[in-house]
């Protein structure tokens, strides 16, 4: 009996070496933070590459002081979360074709933390609410919330947000959209006859006329954020390489823990889609991501379990590395580190 099916599939994230990685800037800025913030910032700010129409007004203004002044440290750490979760935002980015900014969304939504959870329920990196979460397959219930994992969530956001584009034909409008939905913007849309968010923002909801300004804000201070000195660190979980499994069967997250010798609580915070420590059968496959070092561990494992169930295990090994968040300088073009590529 075959004990183990094992179909290999490799996402990397390109090398920094390929494409180097544009350095910080070798003298930081002296001017005073009312000159930064009065020109030098606005300057940068209308230079930057967006898929929409960008203004500097009282709004973005507030929202990066926020970022760079009173909450610099929370941004630091919120940067240095990026390095887990950017190569898999770049990859389906990659697969649907859509624009690369869109990766900053979630730097927004909830501060790159895929448990966080809103006042009115909205959770995961994409903040989902239940229906709209279950209108794109994903899972909520005892065992797992779909929208708590990076893999299902981006997937489903990045459907919804092509889906969005697509009926609206403005990525601004799009944006707004994905905030307050669709019907709200179209009617501002038909009341107006403009086809812009900044023509129709008057219309729409009080955070939504904020959720444009915001996201501009977030790319430029991810862009940015070595000329102003943030320094991004990476926590033990973020710097390490991992593998990420994609497994049909049902499994015990605490039998994996055990035989690969991993503590449960760094396997829960790799893995926070799963509410018990019950992975359940589904034939889609699930996501699980596990520490680079735990893969023969794993493997011995499934043999294991499939010998016990006396049905082959097929499992999908997937390789993803962390990165370190590249900043923008005076010498940076401020191109991407590159999606994940796949290969057979």
């Known amino acids: 009996m075959r004990a183990l099916a094992l179909a290999l599939t490799i996402f990397l994230t390109p090398l920094l070496t390929a494409n180097a990685a544009p350095q910080k800037p070798k003298n930081p800025a002296t001017a005073s933070w009312p000159e930064q913030i009065s020109y030098e910032i606005p300057l940068r700010l209308l230079q930057m590459p967006l898929p929409f129409s960008v203004e500097y007004n009282a709004e973005v203004r507030r929202q990066v002081t926020d970022y760079l002044r009173q ?41 790159l933390f895929p448990t966080a959870v809103s006042p009115v329920g909205a959770a995961g990196l994409w903040q989902f609410m239940p229906a709209t979460a279950e209108h794109y397959r994903l899972r909520i ?36 959209a994905y905030n307050c939905g669709p019907g709200r913007v179209k009617a501002a849309v038909d009341k107006t006859g403009c086809h812009n968010f900044w023509d129709i923002q008057h219309l729409l909801p009080r955070q939504t006329r904020r959720y444009l300004p915001a996201l501009i804000a977030t790319v430029y201070v991810a862009r940015h954020y070595a000329r102003h000195g943030l320094k991004p660190g ?9 593998q990420v499994f994609r497994v049909q069967h049902a499994l015990d997250l605490t039998d994996i823990a055990r035989h690969c010798g991993i503590a449960p609580r760094r396997l829960s915070g790799l ?30 494992y499934i043999i294991k ?37 796949a290969e057979i």
Do not use: C
């Open 71 to 111: 909450g610099r440290r929370e941004t630091e750490k919120m940067l240095a979360r990026s390095s887990l979760y950017f190569p898999i935002f770049e990859y389906y980015l990659q697969k649907y074709g859509l624009p690369d900014e869109l990766k900053y969304i979630p730097l927004l939504e909830s501060r």
């Open 141 to 176: 219930d005892e065992y797992v919330d779909e929208r708590m994992d990076p893999y299902r969530a981006t997937e489903a956001a990045l459907r919804m947000l092509s889906w969005l584009y697509e009926d609206l034909g403005d990525w601004s409008l799009a944006l707004a």
């Open 234 to 242: 990476a926590s033990t979980l973020l710097a390490q390489p991992f």
């Open 271 to 300: 893995n926070p889609g799963f509410l018990q420590d019950h992975i359940p059968a589904s034939s889609r496959g699930r996501y699980l991501i596990l520490p680079e070092e735990a893969l023969p561990a794993f493997q011995k």
């Open 305 to 341: 379990e499939s010998r016990k169930s006396k049905e082959s295990y097929a499992v999908a090994v997937l390789h993803s590395q962390p990165r370190t968040p590249a900043p923008s300088g005076p010498n940076a073009n401020d191109k991407k580190a590159g999606p994940l590529k």
